[in-house]
């Protein structure tokens, strides 16, 4: 392997270990709330909005480091996160009250929002085209690597008599790691030719790309904006398709139900019939063992077959698991002690489904179709109407369980997906193999997301 390929690699896994901070914020609260409620009593609305708290904060958090990713640089937000993530978790530890829980997650948050946009957008801008589909997923394989980590971290921690507390401080250690990573590497490129920082930009294509001509590449970008006009957006009527793709597409990967699992699969399978905390922390173990693993496929496949027949195949998985989940607790009288299995198989279909689909093509599509000029922007709206579906989808979930029954609950998210799979065929473009600067021609020049 090259040196400036060696570089590569190294500056991709390293913005990638940003998903660990998302990933495990995400895994942790489902074991640690079944101890919070021995702890406090807390009601279902409390439930759900101690863990869609974070989401609070995370909205936030993306809504304000879009602009703040345009000025300062992608590499120094990835840092403050890290930083922020790092105190946070020793906040939520220490917590004494519900609200200082629910508040210091709040700040927990903000970083899991500044980092969910600021990592795939310095691994989409240092990627070269043919592999930018791999390298943006690696964010989405971290953050089912720190699901699966905050569960191990659950299942080693719940017969401690500070369980919660010790899983909640344990978060110190994937900040730790990506501050200690970022530390190593260069602003991209792209985000320094829009700074009119070309000779260092010159230099960073060298140091991660080699031997491409670094003239070229710089010349493409600069004809991606307008320099003059570098400070100001004016908003024209052919971005509103890449807004369109991606709120579109956040809309997709969260409103399908997939962190009602995550957050809450603990309690799923309590409500199936696991009889303990331990035992529901143990089974929900699976569910991130096997969401890690089928990230690889979207790794894999996404630069080979392409985004959108990974999203035709993942969405209708989601699609049929859901319904045999709705079909479990329709009929659990009749399936008697067999609901549970029924339950586990269910679930485990759903994040194979998910992890090589939604999951990591979601992140991927966001980092992609937006011009250079408003892709920090962009990227951070999408974000934010990422956690704000996410915030009425994770507060709502215990109280539909509650008012609606849960299979009614899962139906309601079969149709959901039907809905996304519609979208996907009409407006979600395909953008395998294609540059960057490109995408945006193909915006600028009216062509149908279909057609690309």
Do not use: H
């Not at 998903?19 to 919070?36: E, F, K, N, Q």
């Not at 974070?54 to 890290?82: E, P, Y």
């Not at 953050?143 to 401690?160: H, K, P, R």
């Amino acid at each position: 392997m090259k040196s400036y390929e060696f570089r590569l690699y190294f500056s991709a896994l390293m913005a990638a270990l940003g998903g660990l901070l998302s990933g495990y914020d995400t895994g942790v609260i489902s074991g640690a709330l079944l101890y919070i409620n021995q702890t406090w009593d807390l009601s279902v609305s409390q439930q759900g909005f101690l863990v869609s708290s974070v989401l609070i904060g995370a909205l936030l958090g993306a809504a304000s480091n879009g602009v703040l990713a345009d000025i300062f640089g992608r590499k120094k937000i990835i840092i403050a996160t890290s930083i922020m993530f790092f105190a946070g978790s020793i906040l939520c530890a220490v917590a004494q009250s519900p609200m200082a829980l629910i508040l210091s997650r709040m700040f927990t948050g903000f970083a899991v929002g500044a980092v969910n946009f600021a990592a795939p957008l310095y691994l989409s801008e240092v990627s070269p085209k043919e592999k930018r589909g791999m390298f943006v997923s690696l964010f989405q394989l971290a953050i089912t690597a720190g699901i699966l980590f905050s569960y191990l971290i659950n299942s080693a921690f719940a017969n401690f008599e500070y369980s919660w507390r010790l899983m909640l401080l344990a978060g110190i250690a994937p900040a730790a790691l990506l501050f200690t990573g970022m530390l190593f590497l260069d602003d991209t490129p792209r985000w320094l030719v829009l700074k009119g920082r070309d000779n260092e930009a010159k230099e960073a294509f060298r140091k991660i790309q080699g031997d491409i001509d670094v003239d070229l590449e710089i010349t493409e970008i600069k004809k991606s904006f307008d320099k003059k006009d570098n400070s100001k957006f004016k908003f024209q009527k052919w971005l509103i398709m890449p807004f369109v793709v991606g709120i579109g597409i956040m809309f997709a990967q969260i409103c399908t139900g997939v962190n009602t699992i995550i957050y809450y699969a603990p309690t799923i399978f309590k409500l199936a019939g696991f009889d303990s905390n331990q035992t529901a922390i143990y089974a929900t173990s699976l569910i991130g063992i096997v969401n890690f693993l089928m990230t690889f496929v979207a790794i894999a496949y996404s630069d080979k077959i392409g985004r959108k027949p990974l999203l035709y195949i993942g969405l209708t998985g989601v699609m049929l698991s859901l319904i045999v989940m709705s079909c479990v607790f329709a009929f659990a009288s009749s399936l008697g002690a067999y609901i549970k299995w029924f339950a586990v198989g269910s679930l485990l279909f759903y994040i194979v489904c998910f992890a090589f689909s939604l999951g990591p093509i979601g992140m991927t599509l966001i980092s992609e179709v937006f011009p250079l000029k408003v892709r920090g922007v962009g990227m951070s709206i999408c974000m934010v109407s990422n956690f704000v579906f996410n915030f009425i989808i994770t507060y709502s979930f215990p109280i539909m369980l509650k008012n609606t029954g849960a299979a009614n609950t899962f139906m309601i998210f079969v149709v959901i997906c039907i809905i996304c799979l519609f979208f996907v065929y009409f407006f979600v473009p395909e953008t395998r193999g294609i540059a960057l600067e490109q995408i945006e021609e193909n915006w600028k020049n009216g062509v149908r997301a279909r057609d690309f």
